[in-house]
T-cell receptor, first 116, second 117 residues
């Protein structure tokens, strides 16, 4: 158990819908990262938050957004869902002392999203 | 842009034997970290080992060790005394320490390792 929790574990929804994925980092970790794992794209970095502020962006679609709250949990919002958004979404956290650079990331169990 | 290549999509090894998984990467930076993560059928991403580029000594964690060749941009993982529980997908990952990168991981496509009894 990495100490990172993600809810829900599974999510089935329809195209055009909106969903919210939730992540709670390890106790004391300030940095949260979101990754998407799909069959065709592999594991891709989406976005990073550090202590409530957006720190880095990767291949995140405009239909997707995220935020980190004062209690440091994070939410990833996916809207206007398409079939191709079906994937495993991971949240990872790190201590964040240096903003995340050079720090080991610990991954949550992931949320499996299926868009029908 | 940095890239990570794992040239072996699948590998198999007999229990108790040794296996080496390959990884190469491309970067113009000199300061970075490298990682191996394991993803068993449960889909959980588990850190196996990490290597700081400035360290010449290869990292070791119990039965897992790496062969880090900085000039060749190669970072292979050796698993000794393979166990059935080592059956998993293994991902090589690169972390740029260039200011502004903020530590996101760049992953290879993975190598599926099967340990056979």
């Amino acid at each position: 158990d990495s100490g990172v929790t993600q809810t829900p574990k599974h999510l089935i929804t329809a195209t055009g819908q909106r969903v919210t994925l939730r992540c709670s980092p390890r106790s004391g970790d300030l940095s949260v990262y979101w990754y998407q794992q799909s069959l065709d794209q592999g594991l891709q970095f989406l976005i990073q938050y550090y202590n409530g502020e957006e720190r880095a962006k990767g291949n995140i679609l405009e239909r997707f957004s995220a935020q980190q709250f004062p209690d440091l949990h994070s939410e990833l919002n996916l809207s206007s869902l398409e079939l191709g958004d079906s994937a495993l979404y991971f949240c990872a956290s790190s201590v964040g002392v240096s903003g995340g650079a050079g720090e080991t990331q610990y991954f949550g169990p992931g949320t499996r999203l299926l868009v029908l | 842009a940095q890239t990570v290549t794992q040239s072996q999509p699948e590998m198999s090894v007999q229990e108790a034997e040794t296996v080496t998984l390959s990884c190469t990467y491309d970067t113009s930076e000199s300061n970075y970290y490298l990682f191996w993560y394991k993803q068993p059928p449960s889909r959980q991403m588990i850190l196996v080992i990490r290597q700081e580029a400035y360290k010449q000594q290869n990292a070791t964690e119990n039965r897992f060790s790496v062969n880090f060749q900085k000039a060749a941009k190669s970072f292979s993982l050796k698993i000794s005394d393979s166990q059935l529980g080592d059956t998993a997908m293994y991902f090589c990952a690169f972390m740029n320490l260039l200011r502004g990168s903020q530590g996101n991981l760049i992953f290879g496509k993975g190598t599926k390792l099967s340990v056979k009894p």
